[in-house]
């Protein structure tokens, strides 16, 4: 017997089926017959993709600069797993990891490379705040909850130090198995094409269509030939859009260059949720629908890519036996101004519009779902 089985799921491709979840992981798909405890009715109305996955969140509610809570930028808007991006190091991840346990939403982290993680805007001026040791430490308590690593690599942070705690990360990086390593970018120096020439295959450079001069593209609008080097050597790029990280300029250029992210992430905390200009995961993906890129490729960057670049092997794919993590979503034409972090505005005519979410194989209607009374029986 079946826990759940949604009838007439629209995938992306349009092509519609049936998919069973029982003890929390996919059971079947296709044209399903069986039993089961409960069931959805859906309709071309609505799609359905695996589990929505924000790489890039910050959600430790006692940060006292970028908090939040999980559930509120997880499952209440249709993601069904946040990876926190290096709000924690290895002095507070022991509690973030306890906070994280009564979340509806599936919650990782990527471990600050500064022990003291996001107390202060400049964790990386201090080396004394890179133990390697403390590090390793952390990673052996939390294998299965730390599934990276995070440096942020802007002025305001390194101070005097420069290029130094990114040697010190991949040196981290190194004597952890490899973990995934995300490098944020901002103001210099560090210089990017610096950072760029230290990244090897896997890495993430995140913000990555910033509008700061300290961007991936050239003066004359070109890609950085570091970013080209980096890129052929397997590196990835991903959104990060944040509160100052995200420019509509850049990103257009970029991508009408054949430059697309490879994974879409929010960078979202309270302040930029409740006030803008992120708002959600879905306002960004829908902001990279007015940017051109088709919506199969918008949610392989937060299904397949997302879970890929971070190792998370039972997410990301509708595959019988992965975790039971869907969003169920409507696309709708709505004429809408979106803002990006420069105060630019762009235009667009659809929207992504999270409406419900499996998580482990259990429904939970989004915020939007409920002010819709979507889904009511």
């Known amino acids: 017997m079946y826990d759940l089985i949604l009838r007439n799921a629209r995938l992306v491709d349009d092509t519609v089926i049936d ?20 069931q959805r009715q859906l309709n071309g109305e609505y799609y359905v993709s695996a589990g929505w996955i924000d790489s890039h969140v910050h959600c430790y509610p006692k940060s006292p600069i970028y908090h939040d809570e999980p559930d509120s930028i997880g499952i209440h808007t249709g993601v069904t797993t946040v990876v926190d991006a290096g709000s924690t190091g290895a002095d507070d991840i022991d509690e973030f990891y306890a906070l994280t346990r009564s979340a509806q939403t599936d919650v990782y982290a990527l471990l600050n490379i500064s022990r003291v993680g996001l107390i202060t805007q400049n964790e990386l001026s201090d080396m004394a ?55 944020h970018i901002g103001n210099n120096p560090p210089d990017l094409d610096e950072i760029a ?14 509008g700061k001069p300290n961007r991936i593209l050239t003066p004359a609008g070109e890609l950085r030939a570091s970013i080209v080097s980096a890129i052929q050597r397997g590196v990835r790029l991903d959104v990060g859009h944040g509160t100052a990280s995200f420019s509509f ?5 970029a991508i009408g260059k054949g430059i697309l992210p490879h994974t879409i992430s929010s960078d979202i905390y309270c302040r930029n949720r409740i006030n803008g200009p992120v708002h959600s995961l879905g306002v960004v993906m829908s902001k990279f629908l007015s940017l051109g890129m088709s919506l199969p490729q918008v949610i392989d960057c937060v299904t397949i890519h997302a879970a890929d670049g971070l190792r998370l092997a039972n997410k990301g794919r509708l595959s019988v036996g992965l975790d039971g ?3 169920i979503f409507a696309k709708r034409r709505r004429l809408t101004v979106f803002t990006d972090s420069e105060n630019q505005t762009l235009q667009g005519e659809q929207q992504l519009v999270a409406l419900a979410a499996v998580r482990a194989g259990k429904w939970f209607l989004t915020e939007k779902g409920k002010e819709e009374h979507a889904f009511d029986l």
């Open 197 to 210: 020439d230290l990244l090897s295959s896997g890495d993430i450079i995140t913000h990555c269509y910033n």
């Open 249 to 253: 300029e850049v990103a257009k250029i």
């Open 325 to 327: 993590d869907l969003t």
């Open 19 to 38: 998919i069973a979840l029982k003890d929390g992981k996919i059971a079947a798909l296709g044209e399903v017959t069986g039993e089961t405890r409960a």
């Open 129 to 183: 705040n890179i133990d390697k040791v403390a590090a390793r430490d952390a990673v052996k308590r939390y294998p299965d909850f730390i599934v990276g690593i995070k440096a942020r690599m802007s002025s305001s942070v390194v101070g005097a130090n420069g290029i130094k705690p990114l040697a010190y990360a991949k040196a981290i990086q190194r004597e952890n198995g490899d973990l995934p390593l995300m490098v």
